[in-house]
């Protein structure tokens, strides 16, 4: 299994960007999908998941400015991230939480993180 993420860059505060994770590989099922951050010399933190059922949870640091979706039949996960502020400056990784075949276990796999900076 293979997480593939994109649409990393740099963006002035107060802009957009939007980034994209593909899942591909031997998947059955994927439970949730979602989005961390690691700040330089911070610990990895959460930012958004989302389940198959379209359960969604942020951080509250980004709540009301970062929106998730997600395309189950393309087994891929959205992150429209909006009014950005310098400290939304990490490298962002994606999550899957999934299973590789029926009745199998669940598994955790990352994406290899992209780039996010907000600066002026």
């Known amino acids: 299994v293979q997480l593939q993420a994109s649409g990393g860059g740099l963006v002035q505060p107060g802009g957009s960007l939007r980034l994209s994770c593909a899942a591909s590989g031997s998947i059955f099922s994927i439970r949730v999908m979602g989005w961390y951050r690691q700040a330089p010399g911070k610990q990895r933190e959460l930012v958004s998941t989302?389940?198959?059922?379209?359960?969604?949870d942020y951080a509250d640091s980004v709540q009301g400015r970062f929106t998730i979706s997600r395309d189950n039949a393309k087994n891929t996960v959205y992150l429209q991230m909006s009014s950005m502020r310098p400290e939304d400056t990490a490298v962002y990784y994606c999550n899957a939480v999934l299973s590789a075949s029926w009745g199998g276990n669940l598994n955790v796999y990352w994406g290899q993180g992209t780039q996010v900076t907000v600066s002026s």
């Open positions: 989302i389940t198959t059922g379209g359960s969604i």
